[in-house]
């Protein structure tokens, strides 16, 4: 069955989506790691980092409403206050996480997150996947599994943070998508009303949990123009990161997000191999491997499951949202007898057509 002309177009964006996202993310840890490293630049203050990154994103969606290039629709300042502490806690609790687990565990939890966002978007969504997806899901978290686990040592406070870092990572990255559909906004829209919000907050406590992190406060560290430079990279590439993660969550999904995002994994560490002489043994590229093909078989499996949903489906439309319905109930007052009549004769005719 051949796709049509919009079906193509919407795959190129897809794709470019994706695209952008790999690219930007795996730039930015790239940058993050020249500037944060001891033999790079020592910049120990990712929370604040992050507030800076959320700074020139608002300032961008800023620019972009001012000049017409976006348009601000309104989304209740509740909603953007609860979907901004969900944000910031998910960024906090990781840090806190990275700090207090040890890189096995630390790893172990961000996987956990697939099935996770799969049960919260069942619970939430009654959202249903098939055996193919369930199969292609485990395929992934065991690939990069066995190639990014190594030493899992567990303590109570770093178990909290890091179920704490699953639930609002995952409880946020549902809300992007619950959130544009809900208020009908664009991706680009709703993160210009939040990104604010979140830098505002970020750089006001950022420093603070900082300081508790690594001992130190961002004022204590000295600035040189590689510094500078990095900083300002990193934040450039966080405006296309955060841009490109609302659009994949809202064409898709937060499964999807998460389980085709571990294709940045793989990334990074083909790039550490080989710029940063980062040891590459068999059992990652074995992880690497499985992990590929896991994300090919879902890429199948979604599209399977499309395939069947659309057969199932009958075509056009047979239900009306609570709007339509609102609409319908205002306006039967004021249609003419005559106007039904004609209603009625182009169903019956249109009907008789088809």
């Not at 919407?10 to 993310?25: C, F, K, Q, T």
């Not at 899901?137 to 943070?161: E, L, P, Q, R, S």
């Not at 004021?334 to 182009?346: C, F, Q, R, S």
């Amino acid at each position: 069955m051949e796709k049509t002309e919009s079906e193509k177009k919407s795959s190129v964006s897809d794709v470019g989506a994706w695209g952008m996202n790999v690219v930007s993310s795996v730039g930015i840890i790239m940058a993050n790691k020249q500037l944060m490293s001891s033999s790079g630049f020592g910049f120990s203050f990712a929370t604040t980092l992050t507030g800076f990154h959320f700074a020139l994103t608002a300032l961008v969606g800023m620019v972009s409403n001012a000049t017409g290039l976006s348009a601000s629709k309104d989304i209740p300042l509740w909603e953007l206050l609860w979907f901004s502490i969900v944000a910031n806690v998910s960024i906090a609790a990781m840090n806190f996480s990275l700090m207090l687990n040890s890189v096995g565990f630390y790893q172990i939890s961000k996987l956990s997150m697939i099935p996770v966002v799969c049960v919260m978007e069942w619970i939430l969504h009654s959202k249903h996947y098939s055996r193919e997806v369930k199969a292609a899901v485990m395929v992934v978290v065991m690939g990069v599994g066995i190639c990014t686990v190594t030493d899992v040592k567990v303590n109570a406070k770093g178990f909290i943070c890091a179920c704490t870092a699953v639930f609002s990572t995952s409880l946020q990255q549902i809300s992007i998508g619950s959130l544009q559909k809900k208020y009908s906004v664009g991706s680009f829209e709703l993160l210009s009303k939040t990104a604010p919000i979140q830098a505002l907050s970020l750089l006001i406590f950022g420093p603070f949990v900082d300081y508790f992190l690594s001992g130190k406060f961002i004022t204590t560290y000295k600035m040189t123009y590689g510094a500078i430079f990095c900083i300002l990279l990193s934040c450039a590439l966080a405006v296309f990161c955060n841009i490109s993660q609302y659009l994949c969550i809202g064409r898709f999904s937060a499964t999807s997000f998460q389980v085709l995002g571990h294709m940045k994994t793989v990334c990074v560490l083909t790039l550490g191999w080989l710029l940063f002489d980062s040891e590459m043994t068999f059992k990652n590229i074995a992880g690497m491997g499985l992990a590929v093909v896991g994300m090919v078989i879902y890429s199948w499996a979604i599209d399977l499951e499309k395939q069947r949903n659309s057969k199932s489906t009958p075509h056009g439309k047979n239900s009306m949202t609570e709007d339509e319905i609102k609409l319908l109930k205002e306006g039967i007052e004021h249609i003419d007898l005559k106007d039904v009549e004609l209603a009625e004769t182009t169903t019956t005719t249109t009907t008789t057509k088809g």
